[in-house]
């Protein structure tokens, strides 16, 4: 994000250099004019510059968490090659994954895993990612301690076709309840956007992502 910001900076701070030269040269006085009108440069310029800098950041939140989805679902799929030759997903979770080299180190941070942004996921079965029981079909990975924008992006991101065939559901969990969705439920998948905006809350959203 730093390296985003310094290049706009750069880019903005050139084109403010070639304002400054086109007023000089288009202007009768020049500098005088740039003097005499500063205040109300800057007072446009500003603007400008928040709005391009609002933009770029939700760019870059989105292509975040673009990726971050990407990578859940690559993750799920390591765990369905770790676990092909066994009966069930009898005891996975975080811990296991890591000790067993599934995911790559990249994202392994003091015994967590840590994706794009500091995002923490949790995995195994059910909201505190507890460990898969025996005859156990399924598994989940879970993504808690997300504000309402990042929880309706999260959610509401679009997947590729191989991604929805192993999503058996998708919950949205806050202090106002549990929100299920799944193939034929009430909330159906996949999930339609702004769907989740009157189910994510302001804060302290959790999602759980349901994966044979």
């Known amino acids: ?5 310094k290049y706009l900076y750069q880019k903005v701070y050139f084109c403010w250099q070639k ?30 510059l928040i709005i391009v800098l609002g933009y770029c950041s939700c760019v870059y939140s989105q292509h975040v968490i673009t990726k971050n989805v990407r990578a859940i679902f690559s993750i799920s799929e390591a765990i369905r090659q770790h676990f092909a030759d066994k009966p069930s997903y009898w005891g996975l979770n975080t811990e296991y994954v890591i000790k067993q080299n599934i995911v790559s180190q990249d994202i392994i941070k003091n015994n ?3 994706l ?15 460990t898969v029981m025996p005859m156990a079909q399924s598994f989940d990975i879970v993504v808690p301690h997300l504000n309402k924008a990042q929880c309706m992006s999260y959610a509401e991101a679009n997947l590729l076709d ?51």
């Not at 500091?118 to 059910?126: D, P, Q, R």
């Not at 929805?164 to 309840?177: D, T």
């Not at 909330?187 to 769907?195: D, G, M, S, V």
């Open 162 to 212: 191989e991604e929805y065939l192993a999503l058996l559901s998708l919950s949205v969990i806050n202090n106002s309840g549990t929100y299920t969705f799944s193939w034929g439920g009430e909330n159906t998948l996949p999930i339609k956007k702004y769907a989740t905006k009157q189910l994510c809350q302001d804060k302290e959203n959790t999602l759980i992502w349901s994966l044979k």
């Open 112 to 114: 967590q895993l840590r």
């Open 1 to 5: 994000m730093k390296i985003i910001l």
């Open 19 to 48: 304002i400054v030269l086109f007023c000089s040269n288009f202007f009768v006085g020049g500098k005088n004019f740039f003097n005499q009108n500063k205040v109300f440069l800057i007072k446009i310029f500003i603007p400008l």
């Open 116 to 130: 794009n942004g500091g995002i923490t996921i949790l995995i195994g079965a059910g909201i505190d990612g507890s």
